[in-house]
Nanobody, 124 residues
């Protein structure tokens, strides 16, 4: 089993930055791509970004390119999401996820492990 724990969420103002972290534990050798998703109240969970096991390949939602950056430190079994120039529409619960298959993917149904989520609220 793999456990994922997110941290770093909070209440910020529009234009501010936040860095989310996701620490993996357990059988981390069984997971490969990791991703971030978000879900706003009343909306479907949506893809934010994903990163390959090596960190050499990254993939972003088109609407977030240039503002969000995903990275990982495999020595720490941690994935990060740097969010800049935050907007009120970025308000959501942000979830970290991991896949067992070694293929990066933007479909949340393809992910096997999930964290509990961290709330990000951006005020205008």
């Amino acid at each position: 089993q793999v456990q994922l724990v997110e941290s770093g969420g909070g209440l910020v103002q529009a234009g501010d930055s936040l860095r989310l972290s996701c620490a993996a534990s357990g059988h981390t050798g069984s997971i490969s791509p990791m991703g971030w998703f978000r879900q706003a109240p009343g909306k479907e969970r949506e893809f934010v970004a994903a990163i390959s096991r090596s960190g050499g390949n990254t993939y972003y939602a088109d609407s977030l390119k240039g503002r969000f950056t995903i990275s990982r430190d495999n020595a720490k079994n941690t994935v990060y999401l740097q969010m800049n120039s935050l907007k009120p529409e970025d308000t959501a619960v942000y979830y970290c996820a991991a896949r067992s298959l070694h293929v990066i993917n933007s479909d949340y149904h393809k992910y096997d492990y999930w964290g509990q989520g961290t709330q990000v609220t951006v005020s205008s």
